[in-house]
């Protein structure tokens, strides 16, 4: 193959938008934050999808070791699309030389957890007789070699389950929380793991809360954390998370945190369904899922508008999907974090506890493990879960013009299309639709004059070109502003809907009287979400571009 027809194959390349890879952009090199996005060192985006795995319990080892090896459970965490662990730590681990230097297997044995001991003898035999710390150090390690990242969060002082408003861990001054010597464990951790160039995170503390919490002192100490995490590593991201438990940063509104240092502060926040009690179950979802929405824009997600990335640090759903509570808000939840394209971590990795609260072998009902840590409680909730793993923007992910896609949190498919002809159904958001949504409130594909229009009660909802009628407006209506409303040319209200078989129709809207407390709406709720990504169709184009690619390449090969 002549010089030439290389060089010219080069060209084309350089002119055709090929997608770029998503996923695989774990670095080793250090992040830093650009505006509101967390940024690898070539500025590009990485979207942190992490799971929380246990670390912090009276035993002060990660959870699972008993059951299975721990690079194979980490590299069972990455085949499931997450690309970080958030490792919990308890301080005492860090400040008591005592205590850090307990074997494993004497760690087990003051609790009598014999059983947990011949788990880890036939599973993690390396580590039974390393001291806390060393094993504590060994689980990140083995975490690194699958390829994932680590956010090391201080979770609470004293070893065990966390938490309550008078554990003696909730604030600054409590029993077992004293602010110096949380400190000086803080600077050890980003000490020991400055060597380890998977650990890019710390959050400085889970949960703050209690009688004793206050936003003056919350300023004090958690700046003091913050420099003193920086001072010894200033590598690591620097995580700071609000009062009552991890659900209050408007504080943050009036006066922002002042540090010496910059692009390197991230703030978490925590959000549940029994964050709001039992609302979830006992109203009306649309109305719910509107008020506390709005509540934590202003409570939260305000930061991102201050240029300030927000890590969802815990979310979780009961994996037995009996909980209504949790059910509904999943639905709400996916749409708020798909919409804000957040950070965040799932609670939690795992299937049960060594020792939890007074019980042997404690299930966890939000984990992402069975049990025995063979197999995951619920593929499907978690299949929905997944959907968030895909960035829809950010530096680097700026490969097609803004466009809206149509999300459907229930779920965490997106609207695509197969052809002009055939309807609308539910698919990867990696392969949604573009649209765009102006001014007259019509969904037009971009780029073309096809907008979507309603065509009648349980119909698919078409594609015309005639666009200016009752038929082609789409409004977001209800207090969740998740359902796309639309008239019939008869001037019946419809609201759109993905069917069981995920086709895009249009139906008589639900659960719109706040009275109706036990209606669903989740199969009418979209959310219409900026994004800047191409479609990863394998259409044509793409087809062509991949084998010039494979030419270019075995052409570069014989010269
Ligand atoms: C340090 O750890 C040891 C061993 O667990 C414990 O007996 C001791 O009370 C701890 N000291 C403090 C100050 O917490
Ligand atoms: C998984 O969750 C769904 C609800 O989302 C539920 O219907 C199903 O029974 C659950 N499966 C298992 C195995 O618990």
Redesign the pocket.
């Known amino acids: 193959m002549g010089k030439w027809l290389i060089i010219f194959l080069v060209y084309i390349l350089s002119h055709f938008p090929t997608p770029l890879l998503a996923g695989g952009e774990v670095s080793g090199g250090s992040l830093s934050t650009e505006s509101r996005w967390i940024v690898d060192e070539l500025g590009r985006r990485v979207k942190l999808r992490c799971v929380n795995w246990p670390s912090h319990l009276e035993v002060a080892v990660a959870e699972g070791l008993s059951k299975r090896p721990a690079e194979e459970i980490s590299g069972e965490i990455r085949d499931l699309g997450f690309n970080c662990v958030r490792l919990t730590w308890p301080l005492f681990l860090f400040t008591n030389d005592t205590f850090a230097s307990l074997t494993v297997r004497q760690s087990f044995k003051n609790l009598g957890l014999s059983e947990s001991i011949a788990g880890v003898v036939q599973n993690n035999p390396s580590i039974i007789d390393l001291s806390l710390l060393d094993a504590y150090k060994e689980v990140v390690g083995s975490i690194g070699r699958q390829k994932l990242m680590v956010i090391l969060d201080n979770h609470i002082s004293k070893p065990g389950w966390c938490c309550s408003n008078f554990d003696g861990n909730g604030f600054f001054g409590d029993q077992y929380f004293n602010p110096e010597l949380w400190l000086k464990g803080l600077t050890r951790v980003a000490t020991i793991f400055k060597s380890y160039n998977n650990v890019v995170a710390m959050s400085l503390r889970n949960e703050l809360r209690g009688p004793k919490q206050n936003t003056n002192d919350w300023y004090r100490y958690m700046q003091k954390g913050a420099e003193a995490v920086h001072a010894a590593n200033p590598a690591v991201l620097v995580i700071l998370s609000g009062l009552s438990y991890d659900r209050d940063l408007s504080f943050l509104a009036k006066k922002p945190v002042s540090l010496t240092f910059s692009k390197k502060l991230v703030f978490e926040l925590h959000w549940y369904g029994f964050s709001d009690g039992q609302a979830w179950a006992n109203g009306n979802p649309n109305q719910v899922c509107g008020k506390v929405t709005s509540d934590t824009t202003r409570q939260a997600g305000f930061l991102l508008d201050r240029d300030y990335p927000l890590f969802v640090s815990e979310f979780g759903v009961d994996?037995?999907?009996i909980n209504v509570n949790d059910?509904r808000y999943l639905n709400c939840f996916m749409g708020w974090a798909a919409e804000n394209d957040v950070e965040w971590a799932l609670w939690a990795l795992t299937g049960s506890y060594y020792f939890r609260e007074g019980i042997i072998g404690h299930d966890e009902a939000y984990g992402v493990y069975d049990w025995n840590w063979c197999g995951v409680?619920?593929q499907?909730?978690l299949d929905k879960i997944s959907a968030l793993q895909y960035p829809f923007r950010g530096p680097g992910y700026e490969e097609a013009r803004p466009h809206k896609v149509l999300f459907h949190p229930a779920t965490g498919l997106c609207v695509t299309r197969v052809s002009l002809l055939e309807p609308l159904v539910l698919g990867p958001c990696s392969e949604a639709e573009a649209w765009s949504y102006g001014n007259h409130k019509t969904l037009t594909i971009q780029e073309t004059y096809f907008c979507l229009q309603a065509s009648g009660l349980g119909k698919p909802a078409k594609l015309g070109l005639t666009c200016r009628d009752a038929s082609s407006k789409w409004e977001a209506i209800s207090d969740s502003k998740m359902h796309l409303s639309s008239n019939l040319k008869d001037g019946t209200d419809v609201c759109l809907e993905a069917d069981a078989g995920n086709k895009i129709v249009t139906s008589k809207c639900k659960c719109l009287d706040n009275r109706e407390r036990t209606c669903d709406p989740g199969r009418q709720w979209f959310k219409v979400i900026d994004s800047t990504r191409h479609r990863s169709r394998s259409n044509s184009l793409t087809q062509v571009v991949s084998v010039v690619k494979l030419l270019t390449k075995s052409a570069m090969g014989w010269i």
């Open positions: 994996m037995r999907g059910n409680k619920n499907s909730i």
